[in-house]
């Protein structure tokens, strides 16, 4: 019985032991084995932090790593204190190796956890190079020529392949007209810089952050940001809108100087979400839209083409790979959505670890990953313009339903499917904030699709889409109804 307490005593209090006789190795032992990680649990407590921004926050995690291993180490040192100072018995060794194995396996265990985790989270995290927007329209330039100073610029020949293709949106040059002997022909005149009219001092306040869907996959040009959202924030009130951008909208401008407004000068031929996997297939583009932070090429340029046509600084960004959001639902256990209407499922989807049924709903409908893309998914239900709706609505519930229990009970698979969909240029602080605000039942109290009626996708006023989101954001600023 005397064995069994010594032992316990070294493992739970090292150092203990030792205090008559080695006072100052106690107290060494103690602090680095108790106290240490005590104050590392006891901060995390107190500092009042979201556990999730927490479980993200890779500084956190390095002082839980130095945690562990100042507790594993010091209660090592204890056992071979303890053993060397006692007689060479049987009993004496098989207790001790016994002890050695209960103190090394948990923490071994939570020592590769926590390095794997930060290991996982490296690649989230994408803070802009300076700490500022991703894009800003005014971003330091001169208010008629709007660079910006931060704009890639890259000689690049127009793409006569594409560009050449003529669509209903664009107007193009007027016909030759013949008057006797003259021959005159309008030259085409490239679109304004679209204005939203709004007092930058009244929206002073508003954080507008860029969420994009992207959705990668057999029969695609690498990634095409099927989900385009700008959610702003008026950060002293917290309310806040989310406006969609459909998919197929025709049109997007580009700013003045960058690589894409040099191949097409007259705006986007392509749909919108096209602006990632063109310059993510392209080393000149790719080149171009380089920045000296971490963000991917063609998320600049995305936040650039949305920034630049509706006339609003994107400060920051969150990028979801829908495919890997398959594993992340399933990693959190699933979730619980209320569907309205019987929803037709689209096909299978790479990934998908079933096949699908041929509709669900209506009702409340436990969903796994698998069963939640097919709901964002499908397009037969309603149209394309009901599904950013339905993505926001299954986000929402997401954000409702994630509590740390879930999160820290499925830590490893949560952090390896966090690592494998998520880019953001958030910091884990302010990740958890939005997540909780799109979970949030009275936060978004603005919610707007450019979609038909309001705007024609395939013939858009660009400069009617910078009014309708600047008059949202003083909306959400001022705290009253934009009408939309």
Excluded: C
Aim: hydrophobic share 45%.
């Amino acid at each position: 019985m005397e064995l069994v307490r010594e032992l316990a005593t070294a493992l739970v209090l090292p150092g203990w032991a030792q205090r008559r006789a080695r006072p100052s190795l106690a107290i060494a032992l103690l602090v680095v084995g108790v106290a240490f990680p005590l104050v590392v649990a006891v901060w995390a407590v107190v500092s009042g932090r979201n556990w999730v921004a927490l479980s993200l926050d890779r500084t956190f995690l390095a002082w839980v790593l130095v945690a562990f291993v100042a507790a594993l180490a010091a209660r090592l040192v204890a056992l071979a204190m303890w053993f060397a100072a006692g007689s060479r018995s049987r009993e004496r060794t098989v207790a001790g190796a016994v002890a050695a194995l209960v103190a090394v396996v948990p923490l071994s265990v939570g020592i590769v956890d926590v390095a794997q985790a930060r290991s996982d989270i490296a690649p989230v995290f994408t803070p802009t190079a300076d700490g500022g927007a991703v894009f800003d329209p005014d971003g330091g330039s001169d208010a008629d020529d709007p660079t910006g100073t931060t704009l890639p610029t890259v000689d690049v020949e127009p793409v006569t392949s594409v560009d050449a293709v003529e669509r209903p949106w664009e107007r193009g040059p007027l016909p030759t007209i013949e008057m006797g002997s003259t021959t005159t022909t309008q030259p085409r005149v490239k679109p304004a810089r679209p204005r939203s009219g709004v007092d930058p001092a009244v929206v002073a306040d508003v954080r507008n952050i860029l969420l994009l869907g992207g959705d990668a996959g057999p029969g695609r040009s690498g990634l095409r940001t099927d989900t385009m959202m700008l959610l702003s924030v008026h950060t002293p009130s917290g309310r806040a809108s989310l406006v969609s951008l459909p998919r197929d909208l025709e049109g997007l401008l580009f700013p003045p100087g960058s690589a894409l407004e040099a191949r097409y000068p007259y705006g986007f031929t392509e749909l919108a979400n096209a602006v990632y996997p063109i310059v993510s297939a392209s080393s000149s583009l790719r080149s171009a839209y380089e920045t000296d932070g971490d963000i991917r090429p063609g998320i600049v340029a995305t936040a650039q083409a949305i920034g630049y046509s509706l006339d609003v600084p994107i400060h920051d960004y969150v990028l979801v790979d829908m495919q890997g959001f398959l594993d992340l639902v399933d990693a959190l256990g699933g979730v619980t959505v209320s569907v309205t209407k019987q929803i037709p499922m689209p096909g299978n989807v790479p990934g998908a670890k079933y096949d699908y049924p041929p509709t669900i709903g209506p009702g409340t409908i436990e969903m796994d990953g698998t069963l939640a893309l097919g709901y964002v998914r499908s397009r037969y239900a309603d149209s394309d313009y009901q599904r950013t709706r339905r993505q926001r609505d299954l986000l929402a519930a997401m954000a409702q339903q994630i509590s740390a229990v879930e999160v820290l009970s499925r830590y490893d698979q949560v952090l390896d499917a966090v690592g494998g969909t998520l880019r953001t240029s958030l910091t884990p602080d302010e990740l958890a904030d939005t997540v909780a605000l799109i979970g949030g039942e009275t936060a978004i109290v603005e919610s707007v699709g450019l979609v038909p009626p309001l705007i024609n996708v395939k013939r858009p006023d660009v400069q009617r889409m910078a009014e309708i989101v600047g008059e949202v954001r003083v909306a959400i600023s001022q705290g009253t109804a934009s009408g939309y």
